[in-house]
């Protein structure tokens, strides 16, 4: 299954595409985790694009394209891989298009998922990240069994830099302008299932199972 989880900030893609994951033993791709490690590695490319996530805006195509080329390519995204947060922009989209083709595979589906934006900042300034596995929690929504600790690994949880009021609304409109187009986008290609986001976590997980052919 090779499936593009497309959605705002905030709407639960990173939450349901580990879930999938788990479930369906196929990998995670999500570009916003490998820039946040590229970051901590401090490489000359995560330093760069650091500045760019702080301010909200999108690094810049190649890099995220590049990055993206370079995974999909190894041997565990064989039997099919989720796309989380990738691709945002239109020559992604062709990007990853081109690539697909390199390797003789095809997308199987693009997951939509529809969040009010009230909801979406509520979700980010809840949104809890921990530091060693990357797992999820919100603070009200999904809160850890103890304060600011990891229930997979002890690890700490943080707020990441970019989840603040001001930053959220300039990603909000940055995906308004340069992402949601990719709705139309896939949907030229017949590819796109909508859901409801704003259902609690388990009713997402279950309609993006039946939406991915329930296998
Ligand atoms: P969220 O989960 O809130 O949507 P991500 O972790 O996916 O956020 O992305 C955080 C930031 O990383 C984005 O605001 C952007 O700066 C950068 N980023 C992630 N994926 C991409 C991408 N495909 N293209 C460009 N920038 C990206
Ligand atoms: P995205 O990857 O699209 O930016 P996340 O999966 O990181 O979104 O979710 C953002 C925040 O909202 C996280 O703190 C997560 O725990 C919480 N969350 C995710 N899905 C739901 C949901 N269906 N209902 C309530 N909170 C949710
Ligand atoms: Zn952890």
Redesign the pocket.
């Known amino acids: 299954m090779k499936v593009i989880f497309l959605g ?3 709407s639960g ?2 939450t349901q595409a580990k879930m999938v994951s788990e479930r369906l033993g196929i990998p995670q791709v ?4 490998m ?2 490690s590229a970051v901590r590695e401090g490489t000359p490319m995560g330093l760069k ?1 650091k500045a ?2 702080d301010s ?4 810049a ?1 190649e890099v ?1 394209v590049g990055i993206v080329q370079e995974r999909l390519a190894k041997a565990d995204c064989e039997a099919g891989f989720i796309l ?6 239109v020559p ?1 989209a062709d990007a990853l298009q081109t690539c697909l083709q390199g390797l003789g595979k095809d997308l199987d589906a693009v997951i939509s998922l529809k969040v009010d934006s009230d909801a979406v900042v509520e979700r ?1 300034t809840g949104r809890r990240t921990c530091r060693d596995c990357g797992k999820l929690f919100h603070v009200r929504f999904d809160p850890p069994t103890q304060e600011n600790v990891c229930d997979s690994c002890g690890g700490a949880l943080y707020l990441r830099d ?1 989840d603040q009021e001001a930053t959220i609304r300039k ?1 909000l409109e ?1 995906y308004a302008e340069q992402t949601a187009p990719l709705i139309a986008y896939y949907q030229r290609a017949d590819l796109v299932r909508t859901i409801d986001g704003m259902q609690g976590i388990a009713q997402v997980q279950d309609q993006i199972l039946v939406a991915m052919g329930g296998n």
């Open positions: 705002p900030p905030g893609k990173g999500s570009t916003g985790d820039l946040r694009a760019m996530m909200g805006a999108l690094v195509d995220v989380d947060g990738f691709p945002r922009t992604q980010i970019d990603r940055v």
